[in-house]
């Protein structure tokens, strides 16, 4: 098996196999990350511009790489990216005979991002992202005592699809594919010039992302109320739970867990942004993440009921579409 494959395999297998107490909240702002791992380039297809000839070249599967810089709202994040792809050329054929046997095709590609994660309350986060930019492209192709080699640079796609995995509310790993391509360029050397079609390349990466997080917005994220209800507040679009709304669970987990508790309603609510069936969902996610939190602090599930009702009870009476973060809370009342 290839080495930069089996590289890729057990990064993705350590991934796989992290620990269960990985934390389920993760930080928003300023980010930066880094990841490794292999590429798979398509066979190439070019023409030698005014003859009849054309011809393939083939490649070896090759290391990649890609360090960032960007910043994560909640669900939505981005980011510029520069990556590196190399593969060593393993044949180039006109008319079925080789006249190429060594060489690579270098990409350096410069990219600006954007994502979307799916937040379902777990430490695990899918997320897709496309990206444009600019290929800055190295190919050689060497053979028979001959050599040809140029640069270009041409416009650059992607797209994106992978699963982080919060270790803490800073720190993430990733493991992603990524489909990265660029428009036809056309090579040139001593006069030759090469024509290629669109390059296609198949990307799995390793990364680890480091979020600085800002300072908390002065809110308050959780309130205590009416001596056996207790309120915990979210962040923006999210159901994670802050570390400040897991220490308000715990007390609440406590509480109950002193005296004689027979049911606790947990009823999770949002802000009035975002379209009624989004926050309905969203509402029921939020609450159960406290739900799970509490199960996880000692509290027998059995005494617990969760709903959720969406934007339809606001803490705070506002306009549609109002981004109020007193709204976006769960509400935990111990019977």
Avoid: C
């Amino acid at each position: 098996m290839n080495k930069n494959v089996m590289y890729a395999v057990g990064a993705a297998a350590l991934l796989v196999a992290a620990p269960a107490m990985a934390q389920e909240y993760q930080a928003t702002g300023l980010y930066v990350g880094a990841g490794a791992g292999v590429n798979i380039r398509q066979n190439d297809s070019w023409s030698v511009k005014n003859t009849n000839i054309d011809g393939k070249s083939r490649y070896d599967i090759g290391p990649a790489g890609d360090i960032y810089l960007g910043y994560d709202w909640g669900s939505f994040r981005a980011d510029a990216e520069v990556s590196l792809r190399t593969n060593d050329l393993k044949d180039a054929k006109v008319n079925g005979q080789t006249i190429f046997k060594n060489g690579h095709f270098r990409t350096i590609g410069i990219m600006a991002n954007g994502y979307y994660d799916f937040d379902f309350g777990s430490p695990f986060v899918p997320y897709i992202g496309a990206g444009v930019g600019v290929a800055l492209l190295d190919s050689e192709l060497k053979g028979g005592g001959g050599k040809f080699s140029d640069f270009n640079t041409q416009f650059a796609y992607q797209g994106i699809a992978g699963v982080s995995y919060n270790f803490s509310p800073n720190l993430a790993a990733n493991l992603e594919y990524r489909y990265f391509g660029n428009t036809e360029p056309t090579f040139s050397d001593q006069g030759v010039k090469l024509k290629y079609d669109s390059s296609n390349n198949h990307t799995i990466l390793v990364g680890v992302r480091y979020t600085f997080a800002p300072a908390p917005e002065p809110v308050q994220e959780v309130v205590q109320t009416q001596g056996r209800s207790y309120l915990v507040f979210f962040d923006f679009d999210s159901s994670r739970l802050t570390p400040e709304a897991k220490q308000i669970v715990a007390s609440a987990a406590a509480d109950a867990l002193q005296g004689k508790t027979t049911r606790i309603d947990v009823t999770g609510h949002t802000d009035r942004s975002g379209s009624d069936r989004y926050n309905q969902a969203l509402s029921v996610r939020r609450a159960e993440s406290v739900r799970r939190e509490l199960v996880a602090d000692g509290v027998a599930d059995s005494l617990i009921v969760t709903r959720g009702v969406g934007e339809s009870d606001p803490l705070v009476p506002t306009a549609d579409g109002v981004r109020e973060p007193q709204n976006r809370r769960v509400e935990i009342v111990i019977n």
